[in-house]
């Protein structure tokens, strides 16, 4: 993996924590990261050229001008006054290649002075088994902190552990051992033969959290159920879980009264035009 920065910016090293989206269900990660990317006015440095992401090119995504101004597949941007570098991931990692990814990405975050990594996703709401709707939409996570992925900060916040996190499954253990033994191995050989139990260790923020932990660097892993379709609602709920553990002050937002979120101008496209009101 390679960076290439903007003229005149680099990577800052002060920039100690790193938040990413890992792809799944609906694409909430995404979405989450560019309401921080677009609330936090956080600018872009330069962007990651990685030979396991497909390629793709855009419009700008947070703006209508510059023109000219493309969005690329692995972006990064800097919020200094926050100490914060976000990377957005706009296409899909090659099939069978996320494990590779996730460990070129953790070893470009360990040589520029990362501490902890935030990674954001969701997951499939088939997939859950103790459903408690009565406190809303819930926040589940996952941290290196402790050998059973909890974490004291994270339970201050009212999160729960995911709880089909278990370190001693095979399939976290195998990814493990993989990851650390640096064994370079296809993921469809990785996961083949997947039972229901391993839907968790098979999804990309599982290869991100192990390849991120083995590098020594703390990881939080923010997660959230959800189905496909209107997905913003879960983004704003993550983006707002995400807020508490990385931002000092709420003034930090450029949002105003209540709406201290920045809707990114590329959403308004996200579900095509209305509606032609003369058809009903």
């Not at 309401?35 to 050229?49: H, K, N, P, Q, V």
């Not at 002050?249 to 095509?272: A, L």
Request: contains cysteine; glycine residues 6%; charged residues 20%.
């Amino acid at each position: 993996m390679e960076f290439y920065a903007e003229e005149g910016k680099k990577l800052d090293e002060a920039c100690s924590t790193l938040v990413l989206p890992a792809l799944s269900v609906g694409n909430v990660g995404q979405l989450a990261v560019d309401l921080l990317i677009s609330s936090l006015r956080a600018e872009r440095i330069g962007y990651f050229d990685d030979p396991n992401v497909l390629p793709c090119v855009g419009n700008n995504a947070y703006a209508p001008s510059p023109p000219g101004d493309l969005s690329l597949p692995l972006e990064a941007f800097d919020s200094s006054s926050n100490r914060l570098t976000l990377v957005q991931q706009r296409s899909p990692v090659v099939k069978g290649m996320m494990v590779e990814f996730a460990k070129n990405l953790a070893n470009v975050a360990a040589r520029n002075g990362k501490k902890h990594v935030i990674v954001l996703s969701s997951l499939d709401f088939k997939q859950w088994q103790n459903i408690d709707m009565s406190s809303g939409l819930q926040i589940y996570y996952l941290s290196s902190s402790s050998t059973d992925g909890t974490d004291e900060d994270c339970e201050k916040h009212g999160w729960k552990r995911l709880p089909e996190y278990n370190p001693a499954h095979k399939r976290w253990e195998y990814l493990s051992s993989t990851i650390e033994e640096n064994i370079v191995q296809d993921d469809d050989l990785l996961f083949e033969d997947l039972k229901e139990e391993d839907y968790y260790p098979s999804l990309p923020f599982a290869a991100l959290f192990s390849c991120f932990k083995a590098k020594g660097l703390k990881v939080t892993c923010l997660l959230c159920y959800c189905s496909e379709g209107d997905n913003i609602p879960d983004a704003f709920q993550l983006a707002e879980a995400a807020s508490k553990i990385l931002i000092q002050s709420p003034n930090d937002f450029e949002g105003t009264g209540s709406g201290r979120w920045i809707v990114p101008f590329s959403w308004k496209s996200v579900y095509g035009p209305p509606p032609d009101t003369s058809l009903f």
